[in-house]
């Protein structure tokens, strides 16, 4: 909506340049940054990466890719919408690692399409699928400290980061 702005991390470089296409075209007066591989050596992008505090209040929205070093971690809040959008490029540690460049970040929008592999479609094998793989992660990039399924089907885990106490799916 009018006067938001946003950061949208995604593992897919054609796609941050896609979006990058269709928001220069609906939207040409606002300013737009996309890091990936392309544009990483850009003076307007190693400004960003070298002091993301300094420069995030120029842009109406940023969008990267991998290619956005992971020293980078945005502190001031400016940015009030988060959405990523994950193809399976990356694991998902690396897309809530991604995810988290906000550090003031309290809400995500989050899409996955075109996974790999097998496709699951039974809810409850989905939860256990989900709740296995944060119990496996727990601690292992001191993200998530436990997870818990409930009887009611609802999904909590635990963060080591305390701005969230809780995270239900």
Not at 74 to 80: A, G, N, V, Y
Request: glycine share 8%; hydrophobic share 35%.
């Amino acid at each position: 909506s009018a006067g938001e702005k946003f950061l949208f991390p995604t593992d897919s470089a054609d796609y941050a340049k896609a979006m990058m296409d269709i928001l220069q075209n609906e939207w040409p007066r606002k300013k737009w940054l996309c890091i990936n591989a392309d544009t990483k050596p850009s003076d307007e992008v190693r400004a960003f990466t070298d002091d993301p505090n300094k420069m995030a209040p120029l842009y109406d929205g940023v969008i990267y890719s991998p290619a956005i070093s992971s020293g980078v971690s945005i502190e001031t809040p400016h940015f009030t919408r988060h959405f990523g959008v994950f193809r399976g490029v990356v694991i998902p540690s690396d897309a809530i690692q991604m995810l988290r460049r906000d550090r003031t970040a309290t809400e995500f929008v989050i899409g996955l399409t075109g996974m790999p592999g097998r496709r699951e479609e039974n809810a409850e094998n989905i939860q256990r699928g989900l709740v296995q793989a944060m119990i496996e992660t727990a601690g292992k990039n001191n993200t998530f400290t436990d997870a818990h399924l409930d009887d009611n089907g609802r999904l909590s885990f635990g963060l080591a980061d305390t701005t969230y106490s809780q995270l239900q799916i």
